[in-house]
């Protein structure tokens, strides 16, 4: 059984910082990647993770900014988000994949969490 679950979510102001955490619960290693869904939005690919931590993919939007990275004895994937911009407010997802694939489509992943969500103040 696998469960993802999001945490570090909150209200910063704009030019701040937040960091998310997905811990993941699960048999085997898993591709994790971050999407996130604005109010009236589709859901968007943010950064992504192969579970050998060699492959790392970012939205244009987030490059520079965010950084994945993963700490396997804890079991999660973290997402360090700085320069935060009011337009990255969102509910983040975090999302894994056993086969992988196209990392930035989210059909490729099977797995959710719940979400957590950011808001970023002007």
């Known amino acids: 059984q696998v469960q993802l679950v999001e945490s570090g979510g909150g209200l910063v102001q704009a030019g701040g910082s937040l960091r998310l955490s997905c811990t993941v619960s699960a048999r085997t290693q898993l591709n994790i990647g971050w999407f996130r869904q604005a109010p009236g939005a589709d859901r968007e690919f943010v950064a992504a993770m192969g579970w050998t931590g060699d492959n790392i993919y970012y939205a244009d939007s987030v490059k520079g900014r965010f950084v994945v990275s993963r700490d396997d004895a804890k079991k999660t994937v973290d997402l360090q988000m700085n320069t935060l911009k009011p337009e990255d407010s969102a509910i983040y997802y975090c999302?894994?994949?056993?086969?992988?694939?196209?990392?930035?489509?989210?059909?490729?992943?099977?797995?959710w969490g719940q979400g957590t969500q950011v808001t970023v103040s002007a």
């Open positions: 999302a894994g994949s056993l086969m992988g694939g196209r990392p930035r489509v989210e059909q490729t992943y099977e797995y």
